[in-house]
């Protein structure tokens, strides 16, 4: 099988990858070949003895940016030549993380070089040259883009075909999806409704009867009315999109 996302990540901590993405089913998936891996460490473009990739804040500020002429250096050792490979640098100012924006990168053949930013970040210029595509998991500060971009990959490959068995989970999973089209109704903008396993009694607590009832049209009425509620009082945001998209009062 041919691989449908390349990925190369620039890192100034190489030993962190594939990290998590080496198990379960990412980590299958790229026993498989579906997604394939490369690392590469930004020291390794430093000049100096010291091994140095940082510089401080031009205007004053705290803390240090990384380097224009190394990063630059390990994008285009990256590319190695080659025009089809996207940039993305994960930023808490970048473009928020969303299911639709993991399903872009999922549907068709990608090249991706990842870049995770350390101290301050990285110089304006490399993304402004490269039009590197900055991308944010979520309003918070970590030290450092890789476990950023673990989450990033994670949302992604799940998506590749082949990773997961039966596709139509996508459609009624929090936020729901456009890869599956085989039902009337997607959960787009929805919360997942919640599901239950045996015991069917536990601590005094019992499944919903109507999940017992064996009438699939009711329990697919009930599913879609509790991932309306939850997300009614969990996420006004997303209820609100989902009552314009269906045209509900």
Not at 16 to 40: M, Q, V, Y
Not at 52 to 77: E, F, H, N, Q, W
Not at 151 to 178: A, M
């Amino acid at each position: 099988m041919s691989k449908l996302l390349q990925v190369k990540i620039l890192t100034l901590f190489p030993e962190l990858f594939p990290g998590p993405l080496d198990l379960s089913i990412t980590g299958r998936a790229l026993k498989n070949k579906i997604w394939s891996l490369e690392t590469i460490d930004i020291r390794s473009f430093a000049s100096d003895k010291h091994r140095t990739v940082d510089g401080p804040i031009v205007g004053g500020g705290t803390g240090m940016i990384l380097r224009p002429d190394i990063i630059a250096d390990a994008i285009d050792y990256a590319k190695a030549g080659s025009d089809d490979f996207t940039v993305i640098y994960m930023s808490p100012r970048g473009e928020k993380l969303t299911q639709r924006l993991s399903e872009k990168f999922s549907k068709k053949q990608n090249k991706l070089i990842i870049i995770c930013g350390r101290f301050e970040g990285i110089d304006q210029r490399v993304i402004d040259h490269y039009s590197i595509k900055e991308i944010s998991i979520g309003d918070y500060i970590l030290t450092g883009g890789e476990i950023a971009a673990y989450v990033f990959l994670d949302s992604c490959i799940r998506l590749l075909p082949g990773v997961l068995s039966d596709s139509s989970v996508f459609t009624e999973e929090s936020f729901g999806s456009e890869l599956n089209k085989s039902q009337e109704k997607t959960y787009r903008n929805l919360l997942e409704y919640p599901q239950y396993t045996k015991p069917i009694s536990w601590k005094n607590r019992a499944v919903p009867d109507i999940l017992l009832s064996g009438h699939h049209e009711n329990i697919k009425k009930w599913n879609l009315e509790q991932a309306e509620k939850y997300t009614e009082t969990r996420r006004p945001d997303l209820w609100k999109l989902y009552k314009k998209n269906n045209k509900l009062s």
